[in-house]
């Protein structure tokens, strides 16, 4: 797989979601119950987020929502301001960045963004810990509904 298929029409990272991550290292082998999810393009979703709302990404028309002439619209405003509020990342950057430099001067970025000090592994933004180092604080938590 190409990684710029883990970057959403929308700009998010894949990446760093909770779904995608909890796939990667398959946590649900360690009693969770969470969904999986290999990434929007991946699972040929295109977009995930605003896809009820706009055809061009929903069908897939084009590939990311800064080729759009109504970029940013209201809705990847409203959903950028719940990420940026939320969890530290902004599509409508993302995609900005991406633009004047590139795919992987952003990949670059956000490994430094996000990156674990301790085992260098990518951040999860959903709840900024680092999963393989800190999975066991999720153990207590309900939406992520681990048994016993
Ligand atoms: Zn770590």
């Known amino acids: 797989m190409d990684k710029t298929d883990l970057i959403a029409p929308c700009g998010m990272n894949c990446s ?6 909890f796939m990667k290292y398959d ?7 969470k969904r999986y999810c290999p990434g929007c393009i991946p699972r040929n ?9 706009c055809d061009l990404v929903g069908k897939g028309k084009i590939r990311f929502c800064s080729e759009c002439q ?21 599509m ?5 960045y991406i ?12 490994e430094e963004k996000w990156k674990c000090e301790i085992c260098k ?6 709840n900024g810990l680092c999963l393989p180092c800190e ?3 999720l153990s207590g938590d309900k939406k992520y509904k681990r048994s016993k």
Do not use: W
């Open 121 to 126: 592994s990518i951040k999860c933004c959903h």
């Open 99 to 110: 633009s004047s430099n590139g795919i992987d001067a952003f990949f670059t970025k956000e």
């Open 70 to 90: 109504n970029f940013p619209c209201k809705y990847l405003k409203a959903l950028d301001k719940r990420y940026s509020t939320k969890y530290n990342m902004s």
């Open 92 to 96: 409508i950057e993302n995609l900005k």
């Open 16 to 21: 760093l979601c909770v779904a995608y991550q």
């Open 45 to 53: 979703k295109h977009c995930q987020f605003m896809a009820h709302h």
């Open 27 to 33: 946590f649900n082998k360690k009693g969770f119950h």
């Open 135 to 137: 999975i066991d604080i």
